[in-house]
């Protein structure tokens, strides 16, 4: 045998997904990829991608379910967890004992979030406070278009929901930044401290109420707008969740459009492969989960982060409905915990380790553990679980790679896998490498969409 044979037998390396795609597949995922473009652009918040995710489940045969509500086999279902987390399941005919299917992605990104008052006038401007929520880079937030996105729950109970700025017609929020001539103190800052967290103070308006010489003024008519639009009154902001997010549309990057630019690709890019891998999968035997979990960019805490027992609870009614022992099912079940990872950024080659890392292109990412320092907070995988997906992902032509989050000690990450493994739930990470994650706009791959969707066929099919 030659050297270049034994290297193909022996070596292992990845591999672009353009390298072994047919044209028809190649059509494909880029038609798929549009879909997606359509799921992003309407699901900014994670109260938006659950009410996207109901429709869609509601058009493809799912109720929703209740606490207490029958279950029967065959029953397709979705259980709405506050309008901000969503559980989907099917209950298929297979013994449920054999252990259920879950794929568990995550639907909150990264953001700019009102502070509960918010609403104040300097120097002939009404702005709002904000709190960014999760983990992003103060200084990319500035003098980008901001959309407003969220609800407003009165004291009467009455909501009202709220998007101004996505339409081309509609006014954008904006946040300053110092002008260069003048900004000798600020350059010579870190990059952590340039922009702080409260400098992060959107411009809402400039116009005063003019009936009469008041102080407040500009406040004023901007209240007397939210009241008009919207019958809110200034303490209406206590009980509201408003956040500001991207302005931007989901849009193709490149000549060849391989790429596409994003706000929130992590994570929605996993859950929107999750569910229509779901929806796609009809006829199996196996009892499927797909949860879209709300909270994992603060810590998965709360009544609809991952860590809530919500999760465990719909798997006990199922036991109970299937007469199946609940921790029985728990240890034969199996999961993957569908989350992005950094793909290698030639920008920025000093803290990946090339080896390890996951590249744009080379299809859905398996990561074994996540984590920081001597992987501290990760499940890591066992070796028999992923050989399992490994095996699963080469037997159904399933272009894969492996892959940790950056160089040791760099800093790392975690994803929710952790929770259900600690269910005892076998779980690995699997998902989408992104370019500049956490980013107002952040890049993927159409091909690497398209492998993470077709993983997760193969894994509920
Ligand atoms: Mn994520
Ligand atoms: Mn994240």
């Known amino acids: 045998m030659n050297a270049k044979e034994l290297k193909e037998q022996l070596e292992y390396k990845n591999k672009s997904a353009f390298e072994s795609i047919s044209e028809d597949e190649l059509e494909r995922s880029f038609a798929y990829a549009e879909s997606y ?17 109901v429709e869609m489940a509601e058009r493809n045969g799912y109720a929703e379910y ?9 029953g397709k279902y979705y259980y709405n967890n506050r309008g901000k987390q969503l559980i989907l399941f099917r209950i298929g005919e297979e013994p449920l004992e054999k252990g259920a299917y879950i794929m568990a992605a995550h639907i909150d990104s990264p953001r ?60 954008i929020f904006y946040i300053s ?54 019958g809110m009154r200034e303490e209406d902001f206590i009980s509201a969740e408003l956040t500001a997010v991207p302005a931007m549309r989901a849009r193709d990057i490149g000549l ?4 596409i630019a994003g706000y929130g690709h992590d994570d929605r890019v996993c859950a929107y492969s999750e569910i229509t891998a779901l929806f796609d999968t009809e006829n199996t035997t196996k009892t499927v989960f797909a949860v879209l979990a709300d909270k994992e960019e603060i810590g998965s805490d709360g009544v609809t982060g991952m860590q809530s027992e919500i999760f465990g609870d719909i798997l006990w009614e199922v036991c109970e409905a299937k007469n199946a022992n609940y921790r029985v099912v728990k240890a034969n079940s199996k999961c993957l915990s569908a989350d992005v990872n950094a793909a290698f950024d030639p920008n920025y080659p000093e803290v990946l380790e090339k080896r390890n890392a996951s590249y744009a292109n080379c299809g859905v990412v398996l990561s074994k553990f996540t984590g920081s320092r001597g992987k501290s907070g990760t499940s890591d995988a066992t070796s028999e679980f992923t050989a399992y997906v490994r095996n699963l ?39 989408v490498p992104v370019i500049s994650m956490h980013a107002p706009y952040e890049a993927i791959s159409k091909l690497d969409l398209y492998m993470t969707y077709r993983a997760f066929c193969a894994f509920i099919a």
């Not at 060849?256 to 790429?259: A, K």
């Open 177 to 230: 930044d110092l002008l260069p001539h003048l900004a000798k103190d600020q350059m010579t800052k870190s990059l952590a401290e340039g922009i702080t967290g409260e400098g992060l103070n959107i411009i809402v308006g400039s116009e005063p109420y003019r009936e009469e010489e008041t102080s407040g003024a500009i406040k004023l008519n901007l209240l007397r707008i939210l009241n008009e639009k919207y």
């Open 393 to 431: 992902l080469n037997k159904n032509g399933v272009v894969w790679q492996m892959a940790e989050l950056g160089k040791v000690d760099q800093g790392g990450g975690g994803t929710v896998a952790k929770f259900l493994a600690n269910m005892n739930i076998d779980t690995i990470d699997v998902g």
């Open 112 to 171: 700019l979030d009102l502070k509960q008052n918010p609403l104040y006038e300097d120097s002939g401007f009404g702005l709002f406070k904000t709190h960014y929520y999760g983990g992003i880079k103060k200084y990319q937030w500035t003098t980008v278009p901001l959309a407003l996105h969220g609800v407003v729950i009165r004291d009467n109970g009455s909501r009202v929901d709220i998007c101004i700025g996505e339409e081309e017609d509609e006014p």
């Open 37 to 53: 473009k359509l799921f992003l652009d309407s699901s900014k918040t994670e109260r938006e991608a659950v009410r996207y995710a």
């Open 66 to 74: 209740r606490l207490g509500d029958e279950l029967s086999e065959g």
């Open 256 to 259: 060849d459009r391989s790429l």
